[in-house]
T-cell receptor, first 112, second 116 residues
Framework: KQEVTQIPAALSVPEGENLVLNCSFT??????LQWFRQDPGKGLTSLLL?????REQTSGRLNASLDKSSGRSTLYIAASQPGDSATYLC???????????FGTGTKLQVIP | DAGITQSPRHKVTETGTPVTLRCHQT?????MYWYRQDPGHGLRLIHY???????DKGEVSDGYSVSRSKTEDFLLTLESATSSQTSVYFC???????????????FGNGTRLTVT
């Protein structure tokens, strides 16, 4: 069974700092990995999706990398801002549409 | 934002009553999903649909049923609500097509259900 781990569970950083969020998974035979952010009381907003054949994806200040062989993905946030404060989740798709496993998230607080 | 509307946004109900949650999409996506989110468990799949009248069970389907009579609507029914079904319920959609395995999931804003 695929297990997805996100460490740390919570992170607090000063504004302007570059930071890295981690996502580890146990089964490397994945189709893709998706990063989301979730604001309190809201749904999940898709940030980036990395296909299994890709090494990284970039969107603005966000860069996600994927290393299938080691079962790891990182989400790099450059020049963090208070508006980046949210919970960040990763989700790994093993195969069909029902085979998506979510991590429990990293709660990020960016302090002004 | 993907055009996904969940209703109601909040509901309080009593143990033993039936409850129906609605997910409506305007994206004409083939695949729709119901998840629940609980502290310490993350998001878990309840049921999913891969087309009109085509549905299947997910990881935590006991006590839930679904129906999809139109592409745009996916209903989740708690047949007899229990306190363990107190949770936040999310609907998600993804596209169809040959690249569907690499189509991103998009989520609605959720329904907070409390069973007393």
């Amino acid at each position: 069974k695929q297990e997805v781990t996100q460490i740390p569970a919570a992170l607090s950083v000063p504004e302007g700092e570059n930071l890295v969020l981690n996502c580890s998974f146990t089964d490397s035979a994945i189709y893709n990995l998706q990063w989301f952010r979730q604001d309190p009381g809201k749904g999940l907003t898709s940030l980036l999706l990395i296909q299994s054949s890709q090494r990284e994806q970039t969107s603005g200040r966000l860069n996600a990398s994927l290393d299938k062989s080691s079962g790891r993905s990182t989400l790099y946030i450059a020049a963090s801002q208070p508006g980046d404060s949210a919970t960040y989740l990763c989700a790994v798709r093993l195969g069909g549409y029902q085979k998506v496993t979510f991590g429990t998230g990293t709660k990020l607080q960016v302090i002004p | 934002d993907a055009g996904i509307t969940q209703s109601p946004r909040h509901k309080v109900t009593e143990t033993g009553t039936p409850v129906t949650l609605r997910c409506h999409q305007t994206e004409n996506h083939r695949y729709m999903y119901w998840y629940r989110q609980d502290p310490g468990h993350g998001l878990r799949l309840i049921h999913y649909s891969y087309g009109v009248k085509d549905t299947d069970k997910g990881e935590v389907s006991d006590g839930y049923s679904v129906s999809r009579s139109k592409t745009e609507d996916f209903l989740l029914t708690l047949e007899s609500a229990t306190s363990s079904q107190t949770s936040v319920y999310f609907c998600a959609i993804s596209e169809s097509g040959s690249g569907s395995y690499n189509s991103p999931l998009h989520f609605g804003n959720g329904t907070r259900l409390t069973v007393t």
